[in-house]
């Protein structure tokens, strides 16, 4: 592995992170917060720290090409650093009470999971609020695709990044370019993070909480600076707006570009985003019906809107909340349960396993059930069209099983050393790993992560790292051989 390579980005983009945090500075400026001399530290210590890795990695080489290798190490070690740089301002300014619980919060914003330990919201200073908020914008589109538009200009280039970074099984590039295609996915991501402000403010919020309402909706993060989330302005007009834009979030993002240029039809010609429309509907229809005649509802509205708006947040993993869903019937929380595991689209900012691997999986299935029934038959899978390559599918039935078998085992793991109750340890573990925040039990939507010890913390924070690279970014660093040169 060419380690000076790695070490030269992973400075590039610590420095990044630590030019964003002026953003909450000027807020925290602005409000005459206490927490001004905190950001000014952490930007201080964060530049340091980045620069020094910047030129630590200087090399005598021109432009290089980074291979697959680097590349899995960039992605994975940029989240990380992001994290520990991003939890300075957490902890410099006593927000949180240990290091642990800092970098649990800033990995929780960074990878858009939205998990929190934090149980009085609305008191904490306006510029970390902020900034809490603004790492899930930073981290839903990815900090590896806002790296790679001035990857060119420190002589290193950047397609395996943007095939290791970006989510689903079939990355997808607008233009032949990756520094091009990863400008048009942030322009995209701006110009819907702007409409939804704006929207927002003609609801009623001010620029504060419409800014951070978005960073979490956009990002499918959740973390919202009050304390009853979306709940607390118990407005439908803005329940509304919000499902609409977390629902376009957990879409894929190709299909808003080729939509900005005119091509509307490209969502229905798309077989994923009908799987997630028509998913999406079905489910929010069946909890609605279940909350009017076993959830004591009354209003038909009332149980409508709660209804769609937990199945979107939680299906595209954003975990903003407007009820708690926690009293609601045991049908509906695992129907919510399940949800937790799908997923947002591939290419979108939300977590999960992903809806175009559960159609494959479902094809997949089919074709094997019909083989019984007709063995000399050739089936092949097609996805919008197209015969998908073997080792495709192999890579999709490999993630599933694979994540799976981690549910299964972190959930062990944390029962074991944080004593948690089944269901808590359960939801905690899916609520984490698929990048979604609230769970079930004392993880739940008007809960928080406080409560778990420091081992269950660095735990579920691992758990949310694996969750956002999609596993085998992650997992491959500790396979000896990528180190090797």
């Known amino acids: 592995m060419k380690i000076k390579i790695v070490i030269r980005v992973l400075g590039l983009l610590g420095i990044i992170i630590s030019l964003t945090m002026l953003w909450p500075l000027g807020w925290s400026i602005a409000s005459q917060g206490t927490d001004t001399f905190a950001f000014i530290e952490s930007i201080t210590i964060g530049l340091i720290i980045g620069l020094a890795l910047f030129f630590l990695g200087r090399t005598k080489k021109g432009y290089q090409e980074l291979r697959v290798r ?44 939205g998990a929190t330990i934090l149980q009085e919201i609305e008191s904490q200073q306006r510029g970390l609020l902020f900034w809490r908020s603004l790492t899930h914008w930073l981290g839903g589109m990815g900090i590896i695709v806002l790296g790679l538009a001035i990857l060119p200009f420190i002589g290193v280039g950047g397609m395996q990044l943007f095939k290791a970074e970006v989510p689903g099984p079939i990355p997808e590039k607008l233009t032949p370019r990756i520094q091009q295609t990863a400008m048009l996915l942030w322009i995209v991501y701006v110009i819907i993070s702007a409409a939804e402000t704006v929207a927002l403010m003609l609801c009623g919020m001010d620029l504060f909480d419409s800014l951070t309402h978005t960073f979490g909706t956009m990002a499918t993060g959740g973390f919202s600076p009050r304390n009853l989330s979306v709940g607390a302005y118990n407005s439908p007009a803005i329940e509304w707006v919000i499902t609409f834009f977390m629902f376009l979030a957990g879409a894929n993002f190709v299909l808003h570009y080729m939509a900005l240029k005119g091509k509307l039809k490209c969502y229905l010609k798309d077989e994923e985003f009908r799987f997630y429309l028509i998913g999406t509907l079905i489910f929010g229809f069946i909890i609605s019906g279940l909350l009017l005649t076993q959830g004591g509802y009354t209003s038909v509205s009332k149980a409508i809107r709660d209804s769609f708006f937990q199945v979107v947040s939680i299906l595209t993993t954003t975990g903003y909340g407007t009820a708690n869903f926690d009293i609601w019937p045991h049908a509906t929380r695992f129907i919510l349960l399940l949800l937790m595991f799908i997923g947002g689209s591939s290419g979108s900012t939300g977590g999960g396993i992903k809806q175009v691997r559960i159609q494959i999986i479902g094809k997949r299935i089919l074709i094997e059930i019909k083989r019984l029934l007709h063995p000399q038959q050739v089936q092949r899978i097609r996805f919008n069209g197209k015969v998908l390559k073997d080792d495709t599918v192999s890579s999709v039935t490999a993630f599933f099983i694979l994540y799976m078998g981690i549910f299964v085992v972190g959930t062990i793991s944390i029962m074991i050393t944080t004593g948690l109750d089944l269901e808590t340890g359960l939801s905690s573990v899916a609520a984490t790993l698929g990048n979604i925040g609230p769970g079930l039990g004392k993880v739940g939507s008007i809960e928080n992560y406080g409560h778990i010890n420091m081992i269950g913390k660095w735990q579920l924070s691992f758990f949310m790292l694996l969750g956002r690279l999609e596993l085998f970014s992650v997992i491959m660093l500790f396979v000896p051989g990528t180190w090797k040169q």
């Open 70 to 113: 680097e590349a899995f190490a960039v992605v994975t070690l940029s989240w990380i650093l992001a994290s520990i740089i991003g939890a300075l301002p957490f902890y410099l300014s006593g927000m949180v009470p240990s290091y642990t619980d800092a970098f649990f919060e800033a990995m929780s914003g960074f990878t858009t999971t």
